[in-house]
């Protein structure tokens, strides 16, 4: 090929590129018009939840609870989407386990809608101003570090971090790793087929990072067929966040996982001696060891179904 051959077609890939370049970053600004219009506040949901309770009591230092639940991440965690505080996923993961256990449940949110993996440390920081840390930690993350152009491998370091230093606090951690973003129609093709394999990238890296960090992560990505087969039912009305059944389906896969690591937990700390923790992981212990045991999703609430044994 001659030096002028050489020049013109290294000039056409060029401009072929820069073009692809500019019809990304055309779509990625009308997604972003779309994405995060929602600014409304989620409904409040924090307090003590019990078996049976119509509304949570309001917590105020001294009352007494059995386990303390504290959310981290962003608006899928601090539940942006949701009309009622009932289908916050924070109060359907605290409801499910005061159903299930017959446990009093301290529910507490410090998730910040737009939050990304880098915004977790500051969270965690307020969280050890306001009191001790949790019995059970439950972070949603990573939509926001895919849609903000975040490098995967620094977000995954940034979140193992923070599940290695509520470990340390003691407290059981439960991560639902990035959602599928290919599931958002309004993330015009071909940016929605790139965002979809970020996604899948950087939930592979924080399963990896939660592991090794002595957290429980839960691949909320499998989750991705539902929410493309019906997405009407499963996206709130922005498009982008989940609704009350996209956010059911995401509490029915962490409550399990959640009730599993408080009852492995509880059995190994030294607090479990006293005849009151004692109890407290019996009935965790007994709930993951019924055969069958598996999470059920009525349409207002979440809880584990444990089959009645003959």
């Known amino acids: ?183 958002v129609a309004v993330i015009p093709q071909p940016l929605r087929t790139i965002v979809h394999n970020w996604s899948v990238r950087l939930a592979k890296a924080q399963l990896g990072v939660t592991a090794a960090a002595g957290g429980n992560p839960v691949p909320l990505g499998d989750l991705g067929p539902e929410f493309l087969t019906a997405p009407g039912r499963m996206f709130a009305d922005d498009g982008f966040h989940p609704s009350a059944d996209g956010y059911a389906l995401a509490a029915g896969k962490i409550l399990p996982v959640l009730v599993t690591a408080l009852a492995e937990r509880r059995s190994e700390t030294p607090q479990a001696r006293s005849a009151e923790r004692r109890g407290i992981t019996a009935r965790l212990r007994g709930l993951i060891e019924s055969p069958g045991w598996r999470p059920r999703r009525p349409a207002d609430s979440v809880h584990i179904e444990v089959p009645v044994q003959n």
Request: hydrophobic share 45%; glycine share 14%.
């Open 1 to 183: 090929m001659t030096g002028a051959a050489t020049v013109l077609a290294g000039s056409s890939a060029g401009t072929a590129s820069w073009a692809a370049y500019r019809i990304l970053m055309a779509q990625a600004g009308i997604a972003r018009g779309v994405i995060g219009r929602d600014t409304a506040k989620p409904p409040e949901a924090d307090g003590i939840y019990t078996a049976g309770c119509v509304a949570p009591e309001p917590w105020r230092s001294g009352k007494p609870v059995d386990v303390h639940l504290m959310i981290f991440g962003d608006s899928t965690a601090a539940g942006v989407g949701c009309v009622s505080a009932e289908e916050v996923p924070g109060v359907r993961i605290a409801r499910g386990l005061a159903e299930t256990t017959g446990m009093r449940i301290r529910l507490s949110t410090k998730a910040i809608s737009g939050a990304t993996s880098k915004g977790l440390a500051g969270q965690v920081d307020a969280m050890f101003v306001a009191g001790p840390p949790p019995d059970a930690a439950v972070i949603f993350v990573g939509a926001n570090d895919i849609t903000k152009k975040h490098s995967v491998t620094a977000s995954a370091r940034r979140l193992g971090a923070t599940v290695a230093r509520l470990q340390l606090a003691g407290s059981v951690v439960v991560v639902g790793t990035c959602p599928d973003l290919g599931t």
